[in-house]
């Protein structure tokens, strides 16, 4: 994880508490959000297509936003048990990490560091967690945000596009691949 003194001050960021989802992915690097958030219609279309429901329903604000995707919808079993159990991260669930959160970390490769996420989550505080996230994802020659599919910066094409490509290179490009 990047050290926020060696970068922005915290006071340089814009928090935005419903990007930060109930199962501990970070929103603000999702596909989907990112975009919803610049109006790339054709790569909603794309991910609608995918998930196989409308572009309508795909728009996505985040976890915690009212404008979800259905497929993150209220429905979701990390958001109907946390709010079952009056909680609001899985990390702060006395059975974290329960088989289905195991279960969900291990079906795709953008989700492999949930449980870490979530215990460093609790550990900080959503706040620090969110400035860490958005460095995690962000790259270094050029700012933009990328997902975890992004292996070179969507913006720049600097390789790789950010720390957790820096990580995750290998299984990242696999899966890619193998798609
Ligand atoms: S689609 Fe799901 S993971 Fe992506 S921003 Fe929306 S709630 Fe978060
Ligand atoms: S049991 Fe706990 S860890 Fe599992 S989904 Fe529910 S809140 Fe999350
Ligand atoms: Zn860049």
């Not at 501990?24 to 991910?47: D, F, P, R, V, W």
């Not at 795709?108 to 706040?127: D, N, T």
């Not at 490509?165 to 890619?176: A, F």
């Amino acid at each position: 994880m990047n050290n926020i003194d060696n970068h922005n001050s915290i006071n340089d960021y814009i928090f935005d508490k419903r990007i930060v989802s109930a199962c501990g992915l970070y929103c603000g690097a999702c596909g989907i959000y990112l975009a919803t958030q610049e109006n790339e219609l054709e790569k909603l279309l794309q991910y609608a297509l995918v998930l196989k429901q409308s572009v309508s329903k795909t728009y996505c604000d985040g976890c915690g936003a009212d404008r979800k995707s259905a497929h993150c919808s209220k429905m979701c079993t990390f958001i109907k048990c946390t709010h079952q159990k009056n909680i609001e991260f899985c990390g702060e669930c006395n059975d974290f990490p329960c088989v289905e959160l195991i279960d969900f970390q291990s079906k795709l490769p953008h989700r492999m560091e949930i449980e870490k996420s979530q215990k460093r989550l609790v550990e900080i505080g959503w706040e620090q967690w969110f400035v860490e996230q958005k460095e995690r994802f962000t790259c270094s020659k050029c700012n933009t945000i990328n997902s975890a599919y992004h292996l070179s910066c969507r913006k720049c094409g600097n390789t790789p596009s950010c720390e957790f490509i820096l990580d995750h290179q290998y299984t990242i490009d696999k899966y890619l691949i193998d798609e």
